[in-house]
């Protein structure tokens, strides 16, 4: 019924920029929260950037001053700036929503299949 999709992925140099977007489709009566997480393999996924819809954004530290997320609620799209990326920045990221599709239903939380980024020299 909705569909959460990534683009914006690829290969940057340490110190660059790169921007990433997501788009949510499908049958949504409202979106709750979007946000980015992003996952490193063997390790746990981890939240990184958080957009409650009426509120405000919420970072990890490890990336504070560094990342910026944003939404164009019109296009139910959610983006993130990354700029300064460190090596340890390389990792799957993965767009999260939490979104209800009717009026009567709770918000359940849906997920995008990832992009990989990737610092490196």
């Known amino acids: 019924q909705v569909q959460l999709a990534e683009s914006g992925g690829g290969l940057v140099q340490p110190g660059g920029s790169l921007s990433l977007s997501c788009t949510a489709s499908?049958?949504?009566?409202?979106?709750?929260?979007m946000s980015w997480y992003r996952q490193v393999a063997g390790k746990e996924r981890e939240l990184i950037a958080a957009d409650v819809t009426g509120g405000s954004a919420h970072y990890a530290e490890s990336v504070k001053g560094r990342f910026t997320i944003s939404r164009d609620n019109a296009k139910n799209t959610v983006y993130l700036q990354m700029n300064n990326l460190k090596s340890d920045d390389t990792a799957v990221y993965y767009c999260?929503?939490?979104?209800?599709?009717?009026?009567?239903?709770?918000?359940?939380?849906?997920w995008g299949k990832g992009t990989l980024v990737t610092v490196s020299s």
């Open positions: 999260q929503a939490g979104i209800a599709t009717s009026s009567v239903g709770v918000g359940l939380d849906y």
């Open positions: 499908g049958r949504i009566f409202a979106i709750y929260v």
